[in-house]
């Protein structure tokens, strides 16, 4: 009986043992993701932030080239806001949480 009693504590706990690897596996799989969707917000903001300043230095505050960027800027801190609930403002260097960017915030002299 014994023997009996002990084979399925040893089962029970191989199974229970099992089923926490499981569950800190997933709990670790899904953390770099969100760490991923960060640095996807981030570059694509810094990204359009870095040519908007360079249509602004080269084609003018008021060119094409430059209102081509603003609103590339405006969509990566759109998406932002859409996926995270967040927008990154690269000047900053830091995330906000409230839906209060200005458009043409590099517009400033």
Not at 2 to 11: D, S
Not at 26 to 31: A, P, R, S, W
Not at 70 to 81: I, S, T
Request: glycine share 4%.
């Amino acid at each position: 009986m014994q023997i009996l009693n002990l084979t399925k504590v040893i089962a029970f706990g191989k199974k229970t043992a099992s089923a926490a690897t499981l569950a800190a596996l997933l709990l670790f799989v899904g953390t770099p993701r969100a760490t991923a969707d960060d640095d996807g917000c981030r570059r694509r903001v810094a990204h359009a932030d870095h040519k908007l300043h360079e249509a602004i230095e080269h084609h003018g505050y008021t060119s094409r080239q430059a209102s081509h960027w603003r609103n590339k800027l405006h969509e990566a801190r759109e998406r932002c806001w859409r996926e995270r609930k967040q927008w990154w403002e690269v000047h900053e260097n830091r995330w906000h949480h409230d839906h209060d960017w200005d458009d043409h915030d590099h517009d400033h002299h």
